[in-house]
């Protein structure tokens, strides 16, 4: 159980250190995307750095700058906001909305294939059946049921 603990405790701190890396480097790209970096920063843990180099390689995709992200998304609801006036002017709002409401949560469903390290909700999926934070387990219910409110 130790052991389970401590592997656990190593990959979220791993996880968190991935975390910082890619958050220092959306820091840095972010007021100019062609510039680079003349230092890369120095880790002072060296472990880490193993365990990190170990890992299979991780896939950091390149954000796009926010500002021209919500300029677009702005400019999208515009658009839709325009074409929401003319479908009311025609007396087809409602349809228009029920339709726009609809296309929405399609596009936003993901169907495609899961991200590189990204965990299922379903802990089957997963390697080794790694469950994910939160959820609860067949022992914890039965233990839960068992004793209820005795213990």
């Not at 025609?90 to 349809?95: K, M, P, R, S, T």
């Given at each position: ?71 677009t998304y702005f400019l999208y609801f515009l658009l ?72």
């Amino acid at each position: 159980m130790e052991a389970k603990l401590e592997a656990y405790r190593t990959k979220k701190r791993r996880e968190a250190m991935v975390e910082k890396a890619k958050n220092s480097i959306k820091g840095a790209f972010s007021w100019q995307e062609q510039s680079v970096p003349l230092m890369s920063p120095k880790l002072e843990d060296t472990d880490d750095l193993d365990s990190i180099a170990s890992e299979e390689s991780i896939d950091i995709s390149p954000q796009r700058s926010s500002t021209i992200t919500q300029v677009t998304y702005f400019l999208y609801f515009l658009l839709w906001a325009t074409l929401y006036v003319i479908a009311l002017q025609f007396e087809f709002g409602a349809v228009y909305f029920i339709l726009s409401a609809l296309i929405f949560i399609w596009k936003n469903t993901r169907s495609g294939p899961r991200k590189k390290g990204e965990v299922s909700a379903y802990s089957v999926f997963n390697p080794n059946c790694e469950a994910i934070q939160g959820s609860i387990n067949m022992e914890q219910i039965e233990r839960e049921m068992g004793w209820g409110t005795h213990s």
